[in-house]
Each structure stands twice: as structure tokens, then as C-alpha cells.
């Protein structure tokens, strides 16, 4: 992308992407909720664009043309597949129907030729508030794009050259250059700071080779990775929570780290190292105090900066001076580009794991990905017809047994995936929205034995894979496939992917459909209460034989907005992180054991004929529902799970003695048991040695140690094995804000007590709070949304504190109303369950 | 004297053979008073090693955790819960056939009251085992007792089926035991008098409770029968029904049904009968007790089951038709996509109780069949194993795929060690069994004297010589010995 900027006349630069400003966002193969320039802002962007006021439902459009499924493909309104080699075919596809610069190539599939021309359509009319993006790593590819984006008047709307975003500088030939030169002996000293090409570059194996040739070879680095195992010097610098450090992501904002942690072992920063080594005795603190305090102004300043965490010089809106001159000869090359057939690889970098990085940290490893729910290990992911061709696997015609068996057993077939002499040999997962011929596989896998015992022996390296196209690396390739006739599990939190057209658990519609019969949700709902309560009777009260609690004062609840959330599971990691969740391992998530308070429920909407074809994908966060007349509460025999004055179904871990009848009991799920010792903590010793059955994964016992446990939340009781656990809307924290506005004598304030999942909410689809007081934002949400608002379940009565906003996908098509929307089902199940009680 | 002749068709003899008293108290002291066969001593052995695997499977899973059994997030119980209510279930036809059938009268059941409500104590004990070691946290396993505590304001929650369960159960087995043992003291005593060996006659004494046969000591005996019949007659009825509300009381589709309560009872009768088949056969032929567990017993008992087996039929059918006629679609799917449809990951276990439950028994409807031996055993056993499945075809596929599809669980096959702990409660159970064969008279030697004179068979005798006297030799010996 920098040098196609460059050979387009920004320079070699990347400029801001202004999701929220976009009407119509086009992305080709870009996965800009997951790993694309910088996720966290593109969500916070694009969430805003997502977001309906439902006076006048609008909403941004989002196209995606892309080989495999990514989470942004799943968030997209209309998504056309292709083969990973033809994304530059497409990109001068759509230049081609928005102005006919360039002669458009010929794309044999209808469909995706038709997709195409509605989103150049689409990008035409919506001149100035159009975005292109594309995630290929080909510069003729990037040209083209720049090309569109100048076509469609993006600069200066959509895209920003004022403020130029610098998360990426690096450029693959000075890697190739630099290896060349390593071999050839011309390098005397390489020092290696943040990096692991041994591992990363799609020749590590050549880049290790080189390493030995040169003089001086130091890595900085936290852990012995593949690249430190081989230079001569290991200087282990500070944790990034010990380090001090200054970066300037954006232009014009500088932001400043410093440590939160004193040094845990005998460890120097690199900078310190650098400045020492260079003879500069002062520390890199000093150093960049001096220098940011001379920077700004004044000492004052700089502190003020860094307690603010960020020094900002605002910056302007620039369209930038795009040049076509590079147009004509990169669309020739695309043209020219020879034609792959047969299966191609694509490597995808997970949310959780990104290059690599995430490797070594359990909670990262433990989070499901977004679209296949499976974590510890990658996978290749297939679409239906490959699996059909390839495996005999039909799990579209298929007797319904075979299909069953696949879903229900996570031994999945292996295929050994080989280009030459390189191969490798993973399970595969059939997953609905694939191109057919492409296979999609995780990289950040396979790792060294001495990167510890979390990343250590999961999974496989799928870098060689990669190749160098010209300057640059592409990361798809040609490849053979072949059927290994043998099994492996996959550890998938979860299994079955269609929600089967329970509108009692999900609402989702098109925008369309939306507009033509907007008070569909409210009507059922009314339905609902009527059954229950008559039309002047307290349905609350008349649903349920048992009584109803009085929430005087504070009562919380929590409203989720479907249509903001993305299902990067940001969430699920904070959760993680906040009420020291355990992490169980491989092994206990293939048994279905894992301990997660909050999950993603991601259900695909394919078409039964050809699941291949994805209309859309749903991303439904759920947790315990806080219920009011709670299933769970009534059948517990030590009323070791109770209602809270606050509205809170409240765990007494204490109490538990682990009947596990609250959690069957529990329609969402949500209950989690502490089937061993997960934790250490238990008041028996030297439980954690099980070999027969439920043997525990390494990183069970790493989580357990003296170093890992500091990352406990000391406000949140570790449990012991044998008793329940789950949500409790961050009790701790409501309690604490609470108590500070008890010390300052004043009524709490809203958005004082917010949940650590609602924090981590890039796409703010989380809003918690007090529902008693109709001036918080949460009664406002509620109050404002009454067209789209639901309780999942809403018919067993129970009562659910946790409201959710139906799912909106923004296309023309009207889902016919009778025998589907309108479809009575719930009304009637709830007239039934009414009737039962 | 053609007139007086009479002979019972309908009623056959309850006791084959021509006995008197003696020869009953020497029939069924026998295995008590001599040395075990070898057969025995190879049952126990079995039974032992049985119990200690049991107890090994749950030490295990004490020490490391429920993890050690093969459940998961979404199927919260599974092999621990259909075992305690098999066993429970199992347990009933003692109290039935005790309890009930006294107070109907019934002079068939003293043949095989005792061994049947042994049957229940074992069976009880056995499924008291699961709620109790399938807790997570089993040393807090007294916090489901309603005592005085210094824990505050907690307190047990008396909205939870669970603890009805506690109550329910123990209960249960109160009665059962005290009903039991209170019929064995006037058997007690008849050993003890037996007694050889001082130790038997200490062991035996200490037992009995100095029962002495006194008039008074049979009236209150009596008196005490009938009020524990009383109070075990309604337990027949709530204890599966109690243990039915665990499920019916809920939410889960499949667990939220109506018709649990008399579903589970008749289900209860069934299963324990088939049970009470499986041991009587056993142990009439391994103890030579033929004459008192007769062809009779064993043909009265399979009509009880043809009776329950169809009651338990019906249910699953009016289920099938609730669930389709509710219109509820988590119901339906429960039904017809979990059970019904054999495609699905479960499928093969309701069709298996289908065909053992429902399906198998009605060959009962044959007087030949019924009175099979051979068949009856087999039968049984096949009893047994499809309500087995019926516990597991209501916990599992009811919870393993509920209301939410992104819960569905994987396949939830046993561990080792939730098969040991199951194989450890068979242990414990004929441990127990065979050990009462042993020490105890396996028919209730008081009670069978009382119906031993409404053998057809030994009035007929009593007629002959009647019969053959002149009218008017008749009319003398009989005509004064009211009145005088």
C-alpha cells in the first residue's frame, strides 16, 4: 500500500479511513474489523455507520468481495467470494463499471460479475461518501484501488491524507534486500528488536540460514521465539507493562506509555540497552522525558501529556494529490497476472492471534474466532463443495447422519496441503460463505517449543505458504490438496451454526423489510405480554407463581446492540482478563469445558440449497441474562444463587455445592461449572495430575503459577473446582462505584459502574446502567429502540435484564412476512408456557 | 358329599406342595442356617469387586472433580441422574408390593414381599449415591439439611425440587427400612430359637428384639404393619413423583412436562417389578425355593408389568401428541428432532426405549409368556435396560440441544469412571443382596404361614375324609360343634 500511494502521488504514506462518513464501504479481501490497518478505530468508525435511529432507519452499506470468510466479511450487507489470485481482477472490475478507465477482465462467475456492478452503482450515487479498501499486499492491486477511490471523490471525505496513520512503515523488498545482503556476507552486526522474521517471513527457514552469516546477531526480546533462539545475543528487554514508550500512530497524536509494573526480573529495555551501548549512561526514561519535555514546551506539559496518555496537534482534512499515472501499467500487470486454477491457499492472521504475537498468551489462544468458534490451533477452512469433492463429505445433500456426525464429533478430516517440497497437514473446517476453491489457514501457529507452554505444540506453521510476488510477499498460493484419510479434533466452543429459525432467540432482518413493517418485534412482544398478563394485568406479576422482586433504588440491566457488534470478542477477553476466568486448554474445550462468562453465539444465515452462499452471519454476545423470575434461583437447593436488590442474579460461591441443576436449568447457557482444578485453588492438594480422564493442558499449570497468578483481579474471588460460576454484571465494579460515590456523599452517577465487556466495546454495542432512573443512557437506549428491542426467549417468562437490538442487514430484500417473520410460533409458546404456569 | 365339594380354579395354590408349618420354617431357614453353595460365594466376589471399582470411581472423581465423568456445559447431568432415578425407580415395586398390596389384601405378595423390599433398601441406597457424589463440592453436601447454622440468613431453599428430592428420598427410605425390619422380627426370633451356635443366637437375639410370639407382640406387630403399609402407600405414589418434579418444574423442553408425575410412578412400578423378576428368579432357583416363588408369582407379576409397561406407553405417546399439538416449537423440536428422528445424535437410544418399554412387554398378553420362565428373565433384563434409557433419553436429550443452537452440545459418551461408579452401585447392590440371602430368610416365613392354609390344594385334602362319611355320621360330628 505505501508504494502503491506512493506511485499515486500521496507519497509513501497511509491515510485515515473515515468509516462513519462512509454510506457505501466496499472492501476487497480487507479485513478491517479484524487485522486490516487499525481495527480497533475502523470498528469504532464503522460501528457509528451501523447504527439505526429507528425514526429513520439509515444505515451505512457494506460490500465485501473477498476468497474466505473474515470477520468483516461476516458484518458485511452483501458479500460476493472469489478466488484469492483474482482480487486484482475484481478491483480493475469495479474501476472499470464506475468509470471505464481501464478495460474491465472478464469475471466468469454471474454472480460475483453482478455484485460487482451493483457496488459500482451503489459507489457512483453515493459520490464523496463511498470507501474502497483492499487488504492485498500487491501494489498494481493497491494502485487500482487508489484509482476508485479517486473515481469516487473518497479523498477528502472518506479518506484523509491530513492525518496519515503510521501503524505500518514497513516495506517487504528492504526485507528480501536485507536478506540477500545477510547472505551475501555484507551484513556485520543485525540487532533485532519486536521482530520474529525467522518465524513470520514467508522464508524463515532462509532468514535463519542468513542469521548465521552475519558477525552480530542480538535480539531484544521478552521470550526465547524463533528468531532469538538463533542469534547469538539474547538481551531480554522489559514486558511492554515495564516498559516506558512513545508512539505517534496517527499524525498529530503522539501517545505515551509508561510502565504500570516494576520489573519482575533482571531485565533492561532495548532503548536503555541502545542509549547505553551508543554511551549514552541515562535511562530511556529520562531520555524520553528530555526529549518530550523539550517538545512540547515544559516539563508540566509533558506530565500533563502523559497522564492523559496522549499529546495531540490536531490535524486537517486533506484530499491529497492522487495522480493516475500509475494506473495504466498496474492494470496491465493485473491483466496480465497468469490464471490460477485449482485450490488456493489463503493465510489470514485470527483477531486473537494476529501475526503471531498472540501466541503465548492463554486468554488469546482460548478465544474462539469469530467465525469458526474453534481456538487452540488453526485449521483449514474449506467450503462445502471442496469438502464434497475432496473428502466425499455432502453436507448439503448428504444423508442427515453424516451431516450429524460431522457437527456433532470433533475429530474432523485431515488434508495434507503441499506446494513442492513444503506441506503441511491439518484438520478442516467446513464453514458456510467460502469460495470453492479456496482453502483458508491461521498463521501464528506451529511454534517453537521454547516460546513456552502456551503457543508450544498446537497447530502448524503455514508461513511457507506465502510467496514473494515481485517486491512484494502475497499470502495466497497455489496448492495441492490431498485426502489423509485420518482424523484430528478441533476445539470448537461451538458446534451447530444456524440458529434454525427460532425468532425467539434471534431477531434479525433486513433493512427493507425493516422499514416496510417496523413495528413487527413490538407487536409479537405485545402479543406476549397479553398472554401472559391479559391487557390490563401486570404481566410481570400474572406469568410466573412465584413473586416478583422489588428493585428500589438501583436496578441494572444491559442492552446490546446486534447490529454495533462486529464479533471480534474483545469482550470475551476482557471478561476473561477482569473476573479471572479460567483458562482450561485444549483439552478441556474439546470436552466442552470451557469457562467463558460472556460468549459470541455466531449463527451463519445461508441458504439451505447452497450453503456456500451466505446471506449473512449474526453475532449475538450472551450472557447470564440477570433474570427477574430467574430458572435458576428457584432451583437451587442451597439458594446458593440469588437475586440481588440491584436486579443482579448473584453467584454465593461459598454456598455452591455443585448439584449443576441451576445450569440445566438455565435456557441461555450461560452457567459455567468448575468441572476440576482449573485454578490451583482448591482445598485439595495435588488435584491436578488426572491421566485417565480429563488430563489438564500444560497451560492450565501456567496459569496456575506464582508469575501468571498475578494477573488475577484481586477484587474477584478465584473459584475452586465443584462450584458454578458466571456473569455477575461486574459486581465488583458496580460495588466499588458505589462506594466511591458513598465517600462523596452523592447519588451515583451513570456510566460510574460500567462492565469490563461494555469497556472493551470498540463498537459501543454495550450499554449498561441503572433502569430505574429514565435519564440513564441504558433506559434511554430502551426507550428510544422500542421497535427493535427483544429478550431472547422473551417467552418462558423469565424475565431477562439484558435487552438486545434486532440485527439489521442492509439490503432490498422483504423476508416475506407470513411463515417466517410473522410466523405466530413464539406468541403461541408463549401462550402455552403461560398456560403451563 | 358332592354339595360340599368344592375346589378353587381361580385360585390356584399360593404355596405348591403339600407343607405344613415345619416344613416352611425348614425350607427357608435352610440357606440361612447352612453354608453357602459356591455359587453364592462367586456372586459375592463378583458383587465386591464390583463395589470396590465403585468406590475407586468415586474417590477419583472426588479428589480431581466432576470433570472426571464426561459431562459439559450443556449437559449437566447425565449418566449420575439417569442411574439415581433408574435406582429409585427400581426401588418401588418393594414398597408396591409391600405396602400396597397389604392393604389391598393381597395374599400372593407374601411370597415375595421380603426379597422385594430388601430389593428397595439396596436399590434406595444405591440411588442415593448419585444426587450425593455427583455434587462438585460433596463434604458441603450437609448444607441441603435445614439445621440451625451460623451461616446467616442462609438457609435452604425450599423452591428447589432438589432438596423436595432430599426430604422425598430419605424419607423413603425410613419407612422402607422400618417396614422391612419390622417384618423380619418374628423371623428374627424364629432363627434365633433355631440357633445352634451361640454366636447366631446372640447375633440373631440381639435382632429380634425379644420378640417372643406373645399375643400382644403380634397384635402390635400387626398394628405397626398396617400403619406403615399407610404411610408407604402414599410414598409409592410421591417419591417418583417428587423426583419427577426435578424435571417437570423446569424450563427445558422435554423436562417441562405435566405428565411426569404419574409417567415416572408407573414407570417406577414397572422397572422395579422387572427387577423383582430378575432377583426372585435367581434366587427361588439358587435357594430351591420354587414352592414358594411360584409360576403363580412370577405370571401375576408380569401382568403388573403388560399394565405398567402400556401405562408408560401411553405417556410417551400423549407426550408425542403434546408436543406436536402445543404447537410449542422447542418442545416439538425436542421430541421429534432429539428422539424421534434416529438420524440424530441420539435417536437410536429412544427407539431403544421404545422397543424394550413398550413394544416387548406386550407379549404379556399371552398366558404361555407370562408364564415362561426363560422369557420372563430375559424380559426383565430387556425392562431394565430400556428404563434405563428412559432416565437418559429424558436428561440427556432434553438439555443436549435446548433453546439456544449455539449451545448444542458435542457427544456426550461416559468416562470410565462414571461406568465404574454405576457398575460400583450394582456392586454395593447385590453385596447387600447376597449378603441378606445369606443372613436373613429371603421369604417372610411368618407371613407366608398365614396363606399357607388358603391352599386350595390342602383343603381339597382336609375334604376327602369329610367327603366320604356317611350324612348322617356327618350330621352328628358336625351338627353340635357350634352350639355347644
Redesign the interface.
Known sequence: MLQANEASGFGRKLPSYQFDAAKVIVSLDADFLGNWMNPVENGVGYGKGRKIDEKNPQMSKHYQFEGHLSTTGANADERFTHRPSETGAVALALLAAINGSVSAPSIADAKLKAGIEKAAADLKTHNGAGLVVSGSNDVNVQIVVNAINAAIGAYGSTINWGVTSNYRQGVDKRVSDLLSQMEAGQVGALLIADANPVYTYFDGERFGKALAKVKLTVSFSERLDETTALCQYSVPTHHFLESWGDAEPKSGLVSFMQPTIHPLFKTRQWQTSLLKWSGNDTTYETYLRNYWSGKIGSVELFEESLSRGIWETPGTVSAGAYSGGALANAANAISAAPKVSGAEIVLYQKVSIGAGAGASNPWLQELPDPISKACWGNYALISMKMAKELLGLDLVNG???SK?NYE???QKPVIKIAIGEKSVELPVLVIPGMNENTIAVAVGYGRADSLGKTAAGIGANVYPFAKLNGETVSYSNAVEITDMKRKEKIAQM???N???G?L??VRETTLATFKQRPTEILDARNHLKEAYGGKEGDFRKEGTL?GVHANPGLKWGMNIDMNACYGCGACVVACHAENNVPVVGKN?VL????MHWL?I???FVSDKENPDDLKGVVF?P?MCQHCDNA?CE??????ATNHSSEGINQM?YN???????C???C???V???????YTGA?S?KN?QD?Q???KLNDVVFQMNDELTRMVLNPDVTVR?????EKCSFCVQRTQAAKLQAKKENRPLLDGEAKTACQQACAGDAIIFGNVNDPNTQISKVREENPQRSFL??EQ?H?LPNVTYLAKVRNTDEIIPGKGHHAKP??E??GA??GA?H | MALLRYESQARPPLVDGSKDYHQVTEDICRPVETKPSKLWWVGFLISVVLLIFGIISVA?EV????????????I??GWDITNFVWWVGIGHAGTLISAILLLFRQGWRTGVNRAAEAMTIFAVMCAGQF?IW?????W??F??LPYPNT?GP????F?????WD?FAISTYFTVSLLFWYSGLLPDLATLRDRAKVKWRKFFYGVAAFGWTGSTKHWQRHEALSLVLAGLSTPLVLSVHTIVSF?FA????PGW?T?IFPPYFVAGAIFSGFAMVQTLLLVTRKVLALEDYITIEHIEVMNKVIVLTGSIVGIAYLTELFMAWY?????EN?AFFENRL?L???YGWSYWLMMGCNVLSPQIFWFRKMRRNILLTFFMSILVNIGMWFERFVIIVTS?Y???????????YSP???EIGFYMGTFGLFFTCYFLFAKFFPVIAIAEIKHILKKNGESYKNNMTEVEQEEINKFGHDHSHDHGA
Not at chain 2, 455427583?134 to 460433596?138: A, D, K, P, S
Not at chain 2, 402445543?326 to 422447542?330: E, K
Request: charged share 20%; aromatic share 14%.
Open positions: 444423508s442427515e447422519k450429524n456433532y464429533y470433533p461451538q458446534i451447530h444456524s440458529y434454525e427460532r425467539d432467540v412465584y478441556e470436552r466442552y469445558h470451557d460468549r453465539d455466531r449463527y449475538q450472551m430458572p428457584n432451583v437451587c437447593p442451597v439458594a454465593a454456598r455452591c455445592i455443585g448439584t449443576r441443576y445450569a440445566n436449568n435456557p441461555y447457557k452457567r459455567r461449572f468448575n468441572w476440576a482444578d482448591d485439595f488435584n488426572q485417565t480422564v480429563g475452586s473446582r465443584g462450584v458454578m431472547v426467549l418462558l423469565v410460533a413464539t403461541h409458546a402455552e408456557e403451563h | 477419583v479428589i480431581y472433580g466432576t470433570g472426571q465423568w464426561n459431562l459439559n456445559k450443556t449437566g447431568w444426587p455427583h455434587m462438585g463440592r460433596v458441603d453436601a448444607f441441603v451461616r442462609l438457609w435452604v431453599n423452591n428447589s425440587p432438589l432438596l432430599v426435578d418444574t423446569s424450563v427445558i417441562h405435566t402445543s404447537a410449542v416449537p422447542a423440536f428422528n438420524n440424530s445424535p438439555i440441544r435446548d433453546y439456544l443452537p449455539s449451545s448444542w452440545s458435542t457427544y468416562s470410565i469412571w
